[in-house]
Protein backbone atom coordinates (compact mmCIF):
# COMPACT_ATOMS: atom_id res chain seq x y z
CA UNK A 1 0.00 0.00 0.00
CA UNK A 2 1.22 3.36 -0.40
CA UNK A 3 3.00 5.33 2.07
CA UNK A 4 0.78 8.27 1.43
CA UNK A 5 -2.16 6.34 3.46
CA UNK A 6 -2.23 5.68 7.00
CA UNK A 7 -2.80 1.99 7.52
CA UNK A 8 -5.70 2.54 10.51
CA UNK A 9 -7.80 5.17 11.56
CA UNK A 10 -6.00 7.51 13.99
CA UNK A 11 -8.14 9.66 16.29
CA UNK A 12 -5.79 12.31 15.94
CA UNK A 13 -6.27 12.60 11.88
CA UNK A 14 -7.61 16.53 11.21
CA UNK A 15 -10.51 16.64 9.52
CA UNK A 16 -11.15 17.96 6.37
CA UNK A 17 -14.48 19.32 5.29
CA UNK A 18 -15.00 19.96 1.72
CA UNK A 19 -16.73 22.52 0.36
CA UNK A 20 -18.80 24.36 -2.13
CA UNK A 21 -19.76 28.19 -2.59
CA UNK A 22 -23.49 27.39 -2.25
CA UNK A 23 -22.91 24.86 0.40
CA UNK A 24 -20.47 27.31 2.68
CA UNK A 25 -22.65 28.99 4.94
CA UNK A 26 -24.63 26.02 6.24
CA UNK A 27 -21.17 24.59 7.20
CA UNK A 28 -20.11 27.85 8.39
CA UNK A 29 -23.20 27.20 11.06
CA UNK A 30 -21.64 24.31 12.07
CA UNK A 31 -17.88 25.44 13.40
CA UNK A 32 -17.08 27.24 16.85
CA UNK A 33 -17.38 30.96 16.62
CA UNK A 34 -13.65 31.50 16.85
CA UNK A 35 -13.43 29.32 13.94
CA UNK A 36 -16.23 31.24 11.82
CA UNK A 37 -14.52 34.68 12.68
CA UNK A 38 -10.74 33.11 12.11
CA UNK A 39 -12.93 32.56 8.41
CA UNK A 40 -14.54 35.72 7.67
CA UNK A 41 -11.43 37.14 8.82
CA UNK A 42 -9.73 35.57 5.29
CA UNK A 43 -12.41 36.26 3.41
CA UNK A 44 -13.07 32.08 3.01
CA UNK A 45 -15.99 32.02 0.32
CA UNK A 46 -15.32 28.16 -0.52
CA UNK A 47 -14.46 29.23 -3.93
CA UNK A 48 -13.10 26.05 -5.85
CA UNK A 49 -9.30 25.39 -4.57
CA UNK A 50 -9.51 27.38 -1.79
CA UNK A 51 -7.58 26.16 0.99
CA UNK A 52 -7.65 27.45 4.99
CA UNK A 53 -6.43 25.58 7.90
CA UNK A 54 -7.99 26.43 11.41
CA UNK A 55 -6.66 26.97 13.84
CA UNK A 56 -7.51 25.44 17.67
CA UNK A 57 -6.73 27.58 20.55
CA UNK A 58 -3.84 26.50 21.46
CA UNK A 59 -2.75 27.30 18.22
CA UNK A 60 -2.76 24.08 16.69
CA UNK A 61 -4.36 22.71 13.14
CA UNK A 62 -7.95 21.91 13.90
CA UNK A 63 -9.63 21.11 11.09
CA UNK A 64 -9.19 22.14 6.78
CA UNK A 65 -11.78 23.61 4.79
CA UNK A 66 -10.57 22.95 0.99
CA UNK A 67 -13.36 24.41 -1.91
CA UNK A 68 -14.77 22.03 -4.79
CA UNK A 69 -16.24 22.85 -7.75
CA UNK A 70 -20.07 23.45 -8.00
CA UNK A 71 -21.60 20.59 -9.06
CA UNK A 72 -23.36 21.76 -12.15
CA UNK A 73 -20.20 23.52 -12.60
CA UNK A 74 -19.40 23.88 -16.65
CA UNK A 75 -16.23 22.16 -16.03
CA UNK A 76 -15.46 20.72 -12.83
CA UNK A 77 -12.71 18.87 -11.93
CA UNK A 78 -13.40 15.81 -10.36
CA UNK A 79 -9.95 15.61 -9.10
CA UNK A 80 -9.90 18.94 -7.71
CA UNK A 81 -8.41 16.83 -4.41
CA UNK A 82 -5.27 16.56 -5.84
CA UNK A 83 -4.17 20.49 -5.20
CA UNK A 84 -4.43 19.08 -1.35
CA UNK A 85 -0.62 17.20 -0.58
CA UNK A 86 0.89 20.99 -1.94
CA UNK A 87 -1.66 22.79 0.44
CA UNK A 88 -1.51 20.71 3.73
CA UNK A 89 1.40 21.33 6.71
CA UNK A 90 2.67 18.03 7.66
CA UNK A 91 0.37 15.54 9.55
CA UNK A 92 -2.38 12.91 9.38
CA UNK A 93 -5.61 13.72 7.88
CA UNK A 94 -9.43 12.45 7.54
CA UNK A 95 -11.75 13.24 5.18
CA UNK A 96 -14.75 15.03 7.43
CA UNK A 97 -17.64 14.51 4.39
CA UNK A 98 -18.03 13.34 1.16
CA UNK A 99 -16.56 14.93 -1.85
CA UNK A 100 -18.42 14.60 -4.86
CA UNK A 101 -16.72 11.66 -5.61
CA UNK A 102 -14.99 9.97 -2.81
CA UNK A 103 -12.85 7.51 -4.66
CA UNK A 104 -11.81 9.85 -7.40
CA UNK A 105 -10.83 12.69 -4.45
CA UNK A 106 -8.67 9.97 -2.42
CA UNK A 107 -6.98 8.74 -6.02
CA UNK A 108 -6.52 12.35 -6.83
CA UNK A 109 -4.66 13.25 -3.35
CA UNK A 110 -2.27 10.51 -4.05
CA UNK A 111 -1.95 11.51 -7.93
CA UNK A 112 -1.40 14.94 -6.78
CA UNK A 113 1.77 13.90 -4.40
CA UNK A 114 3.77 12.67 -7.00
CA UNK A 115 7.84 14.77 -7.19
CA UNK A 116 9.98 13.61 -9.56
CA UNK A 117 13.19 13.57 -7.49
CA UNK A 118 15.70 11.33 -9.73
CA UNK A 119 17.80 14.05 -10.01
CA UNK A 120 17.43 16.66 -7.64
CA UNK A 121 15.72 16.00 -4.23
CA UNK A 122 12.05 16.35 -4.25
CA UNK A 123 10.52 15.09 -0.91
CA UNK A 124 7.03 14.41 -1.44
CA UNK A 125 4.48 16.11 1.35
CA UNK A 126 4.65 14.39 4.24
CA UNK A 127 1.22 14.12 4.87
CA UNK A 128 -0.68 10.79 5.34
CA UNK A 129 -4.66 10.48 4.34
CA UNK A 130 -6.66 8.34 6.22
CA UNK A 131 -8.47 6.07 3.93
CA UNK A 132 -12.21 6.75 4.33
CA UNK A 133 -15.13 3.91 4.82
CA UNK A 134 -15.72 2.01 1.49
CA UNK A 135 -13.05 2.50 -0.53
CA UNK A 136 -10.99 -0.08 -2.03
CA UNK A 137 -7.42 1.31 -0.94
CA UNK A 138 -5.40 -1.31 -2.14
CA UNK A 139 -6.92 -1.17 -5.51
CA UNK A 140 -6.15 2.56 -5.37
CA UNK A 141 -2.59 2.31 -4.61
CA UNK A 142 -2.17 0.12 -7.62
CA UNK A 143 -3.01 2.70 -9.63
CA UNK A 144 -0.70 5.30 -8.21
CA UNK A 145 1.90 2.80 -8.31
CA UNK A 146 1.01 2.69 -12.12
CA UNK A 147 0.62 6.20 -12.60
CA UNK A 148 4.33 6.77 -10.81
CA UNK A 149 6.27 4.42 -13.44
CA UNK A 150 4.68 6.20 -16.49
CA UNK A 151 5.46 9.24 -15.11
CA UNK A 152 8.93 8.10 -13.81
CA UNK A 153 9.97 6.41 -16.86
CA UNK A 154 8.59 9.30 -19.10
CA UNK A 155 10.51 12.05 -17.22
CA UNK A 156 13.55 10.49 -17.34
CA UNK A 157 15.74 12.02 -20.23
CA UNK A 158 16.52 10.30 -22.69
CA UNK A 159 20.57 9.69 -21.79
CA UNK A 160 19.59 7.59 -18.91
CA UNK A 161 16.52 6.14 -20.91
CA UNK A 162 17.61 4.37 -24.18
CA UNK A 163 15.99 1.33 -25.40
CA UNK A 164 18.13 -1.03 -23.08
CA UNK A 165 16.88 0.73 -19.73
CA UNK A 166 13.50 0.55 -21.26
CA UNK A 167 13.63 -2.86 -21.68
CA UNK A 168 15.37 -2.98 -17.77
CA UNK A 169 12.43 -1.46 -17.01
CA UNK A 170 10.30 -3.89 -18.36
CA UNK A 171 12.53 -7.03 -17.50
CA UNK A 172 11.93 -5.42 -13.79
CA UNK A 173 7.96 -5.55 -13.70
CA UNK A 174 7.73 -8.83 -15.34
CA UNK A 175 10.35 -10.02 -12.84
CA UNK A 176 8.26 -8.66 -10.28
CA UNK A 177 5.03 -10.93 -11.06
CA UNK A 178 6.79 -14.03 -12.00
CA UNK A 179 6.22 -13.36 -16.10
CA UNK A 180 7.92 -15.05 -18.73
CA UNK A 181 10.46 -12.65 -20.80
CA UNK A 182 12.88 -12.34 -23.80
CA UNK A 183 13.90 -9.39 -26.14
CA UNK A 184 14.99 -9.40 -29.44
CA UNK A 185 18.42 -7.04 -30.14
CA UNK A 186 19.29 -5.18 -32.58
CA UNK A 187 20.63 -7.27 -36.30
CA UNK A 188 18.35 -10.39 -34.79
CA UNK A 189 15.54 -8.05 -35.70
CA UNK A 190 15.88 -8.54 -39.25
CA UNK A 191 16.87 -11.93 -38.75
CA UNK A 192 13.40 -12.74 -37.10
CA UNK A 193 11.50 -11.08 -39.56
CA UNK A 194 11.26 -7.20 -37.95
CA UNK A 195 12.53 -5.51 -40.40
CA UNK A 196 10.44 -2.12 -39.97
CA UNK A 197 11.42 -2.14 -36.01
CA UNK A 198 14.86 -2.14 -36.94
CA UNK A 199 14.78 0.10 -39.68
CA UNK A 200 13.58 3.03 -37.41
CA UNK A 201 16.38 1.90 -34.98
CA UNK A 202 19.29 1.11 -37.07
CA UNK A 203 20.86 4.54 -37.29
CA UNK A 204 21.26 4.84 -33.84
CA UNK A 205 24.09 3.75 -31.77
CA UNK A 206 21.93 2.03 -29.20
CA UNK A 207 20.51 -1.14 -30.55
CA UNK A 208 17.03 -1.20 -31.19
CA UNK A 209 15.03 -4.23 -29.75
CA UNK A 210 11.31 -5.69 -29.46
CA UNK A 211 10.51 -6.73 -25.80
CA UNK A 212 7.96 -9.73 -25.13
CA UNK A 213 6.42 -10.78 -22.17
CA UNK A 214 3.63 -13.01 -21.06
CA UNK A 215 1.89 -13.54 -17.62
CA UNK A 216 -1.34 -15.51 -16.41
CA UNK A 217 -3.20 -18.48 -17.48
CA UNK A 218 -2.58 -19.72 -21.57
CA UNK A 219 -5.95 -20.66 -20.88
CA UNK A 220 -7.81 -17.44 -20.25
CA UNK A 221 -8.60 -14.98 -22.68
CA UNK A 222 -5.95 -13.39 -24.49
CA UNK A 223 -5.25 -9.41 -24.31
CA UNK A 224 -2.12 -8.17 -25.67
CA UNK A 225 -0.75 -4.70 -25.14
CA UNK A 226 1.53 -2.94 -27.54
CA UNK A 227 3.41 -0.23 -26.97
CA UNK A 228 5.36 2.66 -28.93
CA UNK A 229 8.67 2.78 -27.33
CA UNK A 230 10.80 5.40 -29.24
CA UNK A 231 12.82 6.73 -26.60
CA UNK A 232 14.07 9.93 -28.32
CA UNK A 233 12.58 11.24 -31.94
CA UNK A 234 14.94 13.34 -33.56
CA UNK A 235 12.50 13.03 -36.86
CA UNK A 236 15.08 11.18 -38.93
CA UNK A 237 16.27 12.84 -42.04
CA UNK A 238 12.80 14.82 -41.81
CA UNK A 239 14.50 16.90 -39.01
CA UNK A 240 12.25 18.02 -36.42
CA UNK A 241 12.47 21.75 -35.47
CA UNK A 242 13.85 21.95 -32.21
CA UNK A 243 10.51 23.47 -30.12
CA UNK A 244 9.70 19.97 -31.76
CA UNK A 245 12.15 17.95 -30.58
CA UNK A 246 12.41 19.49 -26.78
CA UNK A 247 9.90 16.99 -24.92
CA UNK A 248 10.69 13.95 -27.33
CA UNK A 249 12.11 12.03 -24.59
CA UNK A 250 8.35 11.36 -23.91
CA UNK A 251 7.83 9.85 -27.51
CA UNK A 252 8.14 6.38 -25.37
CA UNK A 253 5.09 7.67 -23.39
CA UNK A 254 3.13 4.41 -25.08
CA UNK A 255 5.66 2.15 -23.54
CA UNK A 256 5.28 3.62 -20.65
CA UNK A 257 1.63 3.44 -20.17
CA UNK A 258 1.68 -0.10 -21.09
CA UNK A 259 3.91 -1.06 -18.63
CA UNK A 260 1.75 0.90 -15.66
CA UNK A 261 -1.75 -0.92 -17.17
CA UNK A 262 0.23 -4.43 -17.15
CA UNK A 263 0.92 -3.51 -13.68
CA UNK A 264 -2.19 -2.88 -12.55
CA UNK A 265 -3.61 -5.78 -14.47
CA UNK A 266 -0.85 -8.53 -13.10
CA UNK A 267 -1.20 -6.27 -9.46
CA UNK A 268 -4.78 -7.48 -9.68
CA UNK A 269 -4.81 -10.89 -10.86
CA UNK A 270 -7.04 -10.72 -13.63
CA UNK A 271 -8.24 -13.17 -14.80
CA UNK A 272 -6.34 -13.15 -18.34
CA UNK A 273 -3.69 -14.36 -20.57
CA UNK A 274 -1.44 -11.03 -20.88
CA UNK A 275 1.08 -10.06 -23.54
CA UNK A 276 3.05 -7.07 -23.31
CA UNK A 277 4.84 -6.03 -26.89
CA UNK A 278 7.16 -3.12 -26.70
CA UNK A 279 9.11 -2.08 -29.90
CA UNK A 280 11.85 0.18 -28.25
CA UNK A 281 14.14 1.67 -30.72
CA UNK A 282 15.43 5.60 -30.86
CA UNK A 283 15.16 7.55 -34.13
CA UNK A 284 18.51 9.30 -34.86
CA UNK A 285 20.19 10.67 -37.69
CA UNK A 286 22.97 9.24 -38.96
CA UNK A 287 24.63 7.87 -42.93
CA UNK A 288 22.76 4.68 -42.64
CA UNK A 289 19.06 6.07 -41.54
CA UNK A 290 15.64 5.47 -43.37
CA UNK A 291 15.64 8.18 -45.89
CA UNK A 292 12.88 9.61 -47.31
CA UNK A 293 10.95 7.32 -50.35
CA UNK A 294 13.23 4.25 -49.35
CA UNK A 295 11.07 0.85 -49.16
CA UNK A 296 10.72 -1.94 -46.65
CA UNK A 297 9.17 -5.02 -46.08
CA UNK A 298 7.17 -5.61 -43.42
CA UNK A 299 6.60 -8.53 -40.77
CA UNK A 300 3.22 -9.30 -42.59
CA UNK A 301 4.48 -8.96 -45.80
CA UNK A 302 3.08 -5.33 -47.41
CA UNK A 303 6.02 -3.64 -48.44
CA UNK A 304 5.89 -0.01 -46.85
CA UNK A 305 7.17 3.27 -48.68
CA UNK A 306 8.56 5.93 -46.52
CA UNK A 307 6.34 8.96 -47.19
CA UNK A 308 8.02 10.48 -44.28
CA UNK A 309 10.91 9.41 -41.55
CA UNK A 310 8.97 11.19 -38.91
CA UNK A 311 6.05 9.13 -39.01
CA UNK A 312 8.00 6.53 -37.56
CA UNK A 313 5.84 5.21 -34.45
CA UNK A 314 3.29 3.39 -36.95
CA UNK A 315 5.90 2.06 -38.40
CA UNK A 316 7.21 -0.04 -35.15
CA UNK A 317 4.52 -0.64 -34.02
CA UNK A 318 3.34 -2.24 -37.30
CA UNK A 319 5.78 -4.97 -36.81
CA UNK A 320 4.43 -5.47 -32.99
CA UNK A 321 1.08 -5.48 -33.83
CA UNK A 322 1.43 -8.03 -37.01
CA UNK A 323 3.37 -10.40 -34.51
CA UNK A 324 0.67 -9.80 -32.19
CA UNK A 325 -1.88 -10.52 -34.39
CA UNK A 326 -0.86 -13.75 -35.52
CA UNK A 327 -2.06 -15.33 -31.97
CA UNK A 328 -5.37 -13.96 -33.03
CA UNK A 329 -6.09 -12.70 -29.41
CA UNK A 330 -9.25 -11.72 -27.83
CA UNK A 331 -8.20 -8.25 -27.55
CA UNK A 332 -5.72 -6.07 -28.89
CA UNK A 333 -4.33 -3.08 -27.46
CA UNK A 334 -2.27 -0.24 -28.81
CA UNK A 335 -0.82 3.09 -26.73
CA UNK A 336 1.47 5.30 -28.67
CA UNK A 337 2.32 9.42 -28.61
CA UNK A 338 1.75 8.99 -32.29
CA UNK A 339 0.67 12.53 -34.02
CA UNK A 340 0.48 16.31 -33.50
CA UNK A 341 -3.15 15.82 -35.59
CA UNK A 342 -4.48 14.46 -32.60
CA UNK A 343 -3.65 17.32 -30.27
CA UNK A 344 -4.18 19.51 -32.66
CA UNK A 345 -8.06 18.06 -32.67
CA UNK A 346 -8.66 17.42 -29.31
CA UNK A 347 -5.60 19.08 -27.23
CA UNK A 348 -3.09 17.33 -25.07
CA UNK A 349 -5.77 16.11 -21.83
CA UNK A 350 -7.87 14.13 -24.13
CA UNK A 351 -6.48 11.29 -26.39
CA UNK A 352 -8.53 9.58 -29.43
CA UNK A 353 -9.15 6.09 -29.83
CA UNK A 354 -10.14 4.22 -32.33
CA UNK A 355 -12.53 0.74 -32.66
CA UNK A 356 -15.02 -0.84 -34.94
CA UNK A 357 -16.09 -3.19 -32.37
CA UNK A 358 -19.01 -0.76 -31.09
CA UNK A 359 -19.03 -2.56 -27.56
CA UNK A 360 -16.02 -1.87 -27.11
CA UNK A 361 -16.64 1.94 -28.01
CA UNK A 362 -18.84 2.29 -25.70
CA UNK A 363 -17.14 0.67 -22.64
CA UNK A 364 -14.20 2.61 -23.22
CA UNK A 365 -16.21 5.88 -23.45
CA UNK A 366 -17.90 5.21 -20.07
CA UNK A 367 -15.11 3.84 -17.72
CA UNK A 368 -13.22 6.56 -19.12
CA UNK A 369 -15.13 9.08 -17.64
CA UNK A 370 -16.14 6.93 -14.60
CA UNK A 371 -12.27 6.73 -13.75
CA UNK A 372 -11.69 10.92 -15.06
CA UNK A 373 -9.15 9.28 -17.65
CA UNK A 374 -10.64 11.44 -20.39
CA UNK A 375 -11.11 9.76 -24.27
CA UNK A 376 -13.00 10.47 -27.41
CA UNK A 377 -13.52 8.44 -30.32
CA UNK A 378 -12.72 8.70 -33.67
CA UNK A 379 -13.84 7.06 -36.33
CA UNK A 380 -11.81 4.76 -38.68
CA UNK A 381 -12.88 6.16 -41.39
CA UNK A 382 -12.74 3.93 -44.94
CA UNK A 383 -12.69 6.12 -47.93
CA UNK A 384 -9.82 7.96 -46.37
CA UNK A 385 -7.74 4.53 -46.49
CA UNK A 386 -7.18 5.74 -50.26
CA UNK A 387 -4.70 8.11 -49.24
CA UNK A 388 -2.31 5.45 -47.84
CA UNK A 389 -1.57 3.90 -51.24
CA UNK A 390 2.04 4.50 -52.61
CA UNK A 391 2.68 4.11 -56.76
CA UNK A 392 5.75 1.82 -56.26
CA UNK A 393 4.93 -0.25 -52.83
CA UNK A 394 1.75 -1.36 -51.05
CA UNK A 395 1.46 1.33 -48.68
CA UNK A 396 2.84 4.64 -48.17
CA UNK A 397 3.28 5.66 -44.02
CA UNK A 398 2.65 9.20 -44.25
CA UNK A 399 0.36 10.49 -46.81
CA UNK A 400 1.11 14.18 -48.64
CA UNK A 401 -1.33 16.36 -47.40
CA UNK A 402 -2.53 17.81 -43.59
CA UNK A 403 -5.51 16.11 -43.54
CA UNK A 404 -6.65 13.83 -40.83
CA UNK A 405 -3.80 12.96 -39.59
CA UNK A 406 -4.56 10.60 -36.62
CA UNK A 407 -7.19 8.92 -38.60
CA UNK A 408 -5.11 7.50 -41.41
CA UNK A 409 -2.31 6.84 -38.80
CA UNK A 410 -5.20 4.61 -37.56
CA UNK A 411 -6.02 3.02 -40.76
CA UNK A 412 -2.21 2.56 -41.44
CA UNK A 413 -2.49 0.32 -38.08
CA UNK A 414 -5.16 -1.54 -39.03
CA UNK A 415 -3.91 -2.42 -42.04
CA UNK A 416 -1.87 -5.18 -39.96
CA UNK A 417 -4.45 -6.17 -37.65
CA UNK A 418 -6.75 -9.31 -39.15
CA UNK A 419 -7.34 -12.05 -36.90
CA UNK A 420 -7.43 -10.46 -33.20
CA UNK A 421 -11.52 -10.69 -32.07
CA UNK A 422 -10.99 -6.95 -31.25
CA UNK A 423 -8.39 -4.01 -31.66
CA UNK A 424 -8.42 -0.91 -30.21
CA UNK A 425 -5.93 2.19 -30.69
CA UNK A 426 -5.15 5.24 -28.82
CA UNK A 427 -3.12 8.20 -29.94
CA UNK A 428 -1.87 9.27 -26.45
CA UNK A 429 -0.16 12.15 -25.85
CA UNK A 430 1.71 11.41 -22.19
CA UNK A 431 2.66 14.98 -21.08
CA UNK A 432 0.86 17.45 -19.11
CA UNK A 433 1.95 20.81 -20.11
CA UNK A 434 0.68 23.33 -17.73
CA UNK A 435 0.17 21.47 -14.24
CA UNK A 436 -3.18 20.93 -12.85
CA UNK A 437 -4.64 18.99 -9.69
CA UNK A 438 -3.21 16.18 -9.31
CA UNK A 439 -1.04 16.02 -12.64
CA UNK A 440 1.75 17.73 -12.31
CA UNK A 441 3.87 19.14 -15.32
CA UNK A 442 5.45 16.36 -17.44
CA UNK A 443 5.15 12.81 -17.71
CA UNK A 444 1.50 11.15 -17.89
CA UNK A 445 -0.28 8.39 -17.07
CA UNK A 446 -3.06 8.29 -20.03
CA UNK A 447 -6.13 5.40 -20.93
CA UNK A 448 -4.57 3.26 -18.47
CA UNK A 449 -6.83 3.66 -15.69
CA UNK A 450 -9.64 3.64 -18.44
CA UNK A 451 -8.42 0.28 -19.71
CA UNK A 452 -7.85 -1.19 -16.52
CA UNK A 453 -11.64 -0.64 -15.39
CA UNK A 454 -12.88 -2.00 -18.72
CA UNK A 455 -10.99 -5.15 -18.29
CA UNK A 456 -11.53 -5.33 -14.79
CA UNK A 457 -15.18 -5.80 -15.60
CA UNK A 458 -14.40 -7.89 -18.15
CA UNK A 459 -11.99 -10.27 -16.57
CA UNK A 460 -12.19 -9.54 -12.53
Known amino acids: MSSLFATAAEPTA ?34 PGQFLALPTPEGDIGAALFGLDQPDARAPDPFRAGQLPGLLPAGTYRFANAPHDTRLAVLAFALGAYKFGRYRKAEPPAVKLVPPEGID ?5 RAVEAATLARDLINTPSNDMGPAELADAAQALAQRFGAEFKCIVGDELVTQNFPLIHAVGMAATRAPRLIDFTWGDPAHPKVTLVGKGVCFDTGGLDLKPSSAMLIMKKDMGGAANVLALA ?7 LKLRLRVLIPAVENAVAGNAMRPLDIFPSRKGPTVEIGNTDAEGRLVLADALALAD ?15 AARVALGPDLPPYYTNDEALARDVARCATAENDPLWRLPLWG ?25 TCALFLQRFVESAKSWLHVDIYGWTPKAKPARPEGGECQAARAIFALLSERYG
Open 383 to 407: PYDSWLDSKVANINNAPSGGFAGSI
Open 263 to 269: SMIMGAK
Open 137 to 141: IAAIA
Open 326 to 340: EEAPDLLIDLGTLTG
Open 14 to 47: VPISFVTRSGWEALRATLPEVAQRFASAHGYSGK
